[in-house]
C-alpha cells in the first residue's frame, strides 16, 4: 500500500497538520470575531428589547391598576346611590310610582344635560301624556 510506505508517511503527517493549522488560525483570526460580533449584537438586541418590553409590561400594569382603581370608586359610587334608592323603595309595601317616574325622569335629565347635542338629534322624546 502506497499511503502507508513509511518513507512518505513523514511528509502526510507534516502536510495534515500544516492544512489543519492553517485552516485553524484563518478561523480564529478572521471568521471567529465576525461570528463573535454577531453574537454580542444580537444578545445587546435582545436585551434592549427585553428592556423594551419590561418598560411596557410596567407601564401597562401601572395604567391597568389606576383603571382599576377608578372603575371600582365608581362602582362604589353607583352601589351606594343603588342601594340609597332600592332601601327607599323596599321601605314601601307597594311601589310608588310617582318617585319611580322622578327618578327615571331625574335620570334622563341629566343624561340630555350632559350628553353629546349630535347624539341627542337624533333621539326623539315623544312625551305620552
Known sequence: MPQLDRIII?????WLFLVFASLYTILIYFFFPIFLRSLK???????SNSDENNSIK??????????N????EQMQFV???????????SNIKSFDLRSIDALL????????????????RNIYLNSKI
Open 105 to 120: 325622569l331625574d335620570s334622563i335629565f341629566y343624561t340630555t344635560m350632559y350628553s353629546n347635542e349630535v347624539i341627542l
Open 10 to 14: 513523514f511528509t502526510q503527517i507534516f
Open 69 to 72: 382603581t377608578a372603575l371600582n
Open 41 to 47: 449584537s444580537r444578545n445587546l438586541v435582545i436585551d
Open 79 to 89: 352601589r351606594a346611590a343603588l342601594l340609597k334608592d332600592f332601601v327607599l323603595f
Open 58 to 67: 410596567t407601564n401597562f400594569l401601572l395604567t391597568q391598576t389606576t383603571i
